[in-house]
């Protein structure tokens, strides 16, 4: 199990550094444009590409942040409840969860084949849309075996 643990780590930061990228891009592609727009050239596409790299940034972070708990945990409630309930309710959101992102990426991937079979771009760069689509629809794959290991790690740690 430990070797898919490493594997999941390391595609989960290999995602987290392709966000930040994406991040910083969208950063300085909407600073140069704002820049260029006061002597009236603006970056043409600017928009889509901003649109694009924000798909890029949320999808690629979700399995890392997932991996290191980045997200709002609400367990007020649930951390009162006996340690075996917590447990089972551990392993049930896991399971859920890894349903509810199979079915995304399924989804995902049909959408990206839609896109590509139609001939889908841009507007005004005319950039194919299929890749973004195939690459959130990976993310999601990802974010699944990242519940898969985070709910065979807790079971492991407890026994």
């Known amino acids: 199990m430990k070797w898919l643990s490493r ?10 550094v392709v966000a930040g990228v994406a991040l910083a891009g969208s950063m300085f592609l909407t600073v140069a444009d704002v820049f260029l727009r006061a002597f009236k050239s603006p970056i043409v596409g600017t928009y889509e590409l901003v649109g694009l790299l924000g798909a890029v940034v949320i999808g690629f972070a979700i399995p890392q942040t997932s991996r290191v708990n980045g997200h709002v945990i609400m367990d007020f409630l649930t951390g009162k409840l006996p340690p075996a309930v917590q ?27 839609d896109y590509r079979r139609t001939g889908e771009t841009t ?34 740690a407890e026994t």
């Open 7 to 16: 594997i999941v780590r390391a595609l989960s930061r290999f995602m987290f």
């Open 87 to 113: 447990r089972t309710l551990h392993v049930l959101t896991r399971i859920l969860a890894m349903a509810i992102f199979l079915i995304i990426a399924w989804n995902l991937f049909g959408l990206g084949a």
């Open 123 to 156: 507007p005004t760069l005319l950039l194919p849309l299929f890749p973004v689509a195939y690459g959130i629809g990976v993310c999601c794959l990802i974010e699944c075996l990242v519940l898969f290991v985070d709910m065979v790690e807790k079971k492991e």
